[in-house]
């Protein structure tokens, strides 16, 4: 696509429910990543995927939280039994990998609040 | 940790201005990124710039990198209203660009 894809892009649940974040990288990006931004803060590292496989998932903040991805693609991040601590606006970013700049393009997040 | 923080957490100017931003990080690194964030919305890549450079120019943007003290700066010359964003930097924890930490962010506001 011509962009990173995020959705949905507001997202309101109750406590305890589980929720699925979806990130479309763009076309061709095989390195995808998962931040999370509390308000008015910077941005938390989460997870990094090379291709289908994540070789640091060192940021998730419990294992309450999950992410794959498939086909080298789509990248989904589930948060389970979500707690109000988990509000934030969680954003995805792709890069191009061989011989690339090193430059990230991120999606417009998904805001997500935790009632 | 963060890796990277900037200096200062927030900055009023006039427009016209010069706007500097500073950032400090802790371990070696082979490039470091500048970015841009309008309120509410996805970060916009500004600038890379690598460890052997040190000063790298974009339009009305200059950084600078010192990799003795660990420090870049972000200079916005005359700026405008439309620059009002949160600026971050980026490092990546081991080589590469394999795992980008951003710092904390400046914000900036630029008054007419």
């Known amino acids: 696509g011509a962009g990173v894809s995020q959705s949905p892009s507001n997202k309101v649940t109750e406590k305890g429910k589980d929720v699925e974040l979806r990130c479309d990288p763009i076309?061709?990006?095989?390195?995808l990543y998962w931040y999370r931004q509390s308000l008015g803060q910077g941005l938390e590292f989460l997870i990094y995927f090379q291709g289908n496989s994540a070789p640091d998932k060192s940021g998730l903040p419990s294992d309450r939280f999950s992410a794959e991805r498939t086909g080298g693609s789509v990248s989904t991040l589930t948060i389970q039994r979500t707690q109000q601590e988990d509000s934030a606006v969680y954003l995805c970013?792709?890069?191009?990998?061989?011989?690339?700049?090193?430059?990230?393009?991120f999606g417009e997040g998904s805001r997500l609040t935790v009632l | 940790s963060q890796q990277g923080e900037e200096d200062p957490q927030a900055l009023s100017i006039q427009e016209g201005e010069n706007a500097t931003m500073n950032c400090s990080y802790k371990t070696s690194i082979n490039n470091l990124q500048w970015y841009r964030q309008n309120s509410g919305r996805g970060l916009v890549h500004l600038i890379l710039i690598r460890s052997n450079e040190r000063e790298k120019h974009s339009g009305r943007l200059r950084v600078t990198l010192d990799t003795s003290k660990k420090s870049s700066s972000l200079l916005i010359t005359a700026s405008r209203a439309a620059d009002t964003a949160s600026y971050f930097c980026?490092?990546?924890?081991?080589?590469?660009?394999?795992?980008?930490?951003f710092g904390a962010g400046t914000r900036l506001a630029v008054h007419p």
């Open positions: 076309s061709g990006h095989t390195a």
């Open positions: 980026a490092t990546p924890v081991s080589g590469g660009y394999n795992k980008l930490i």
């Open positions: 970013a792709s890069r191009r990998t061989g011989g690339d700049t090193g430059e990230l393009f």
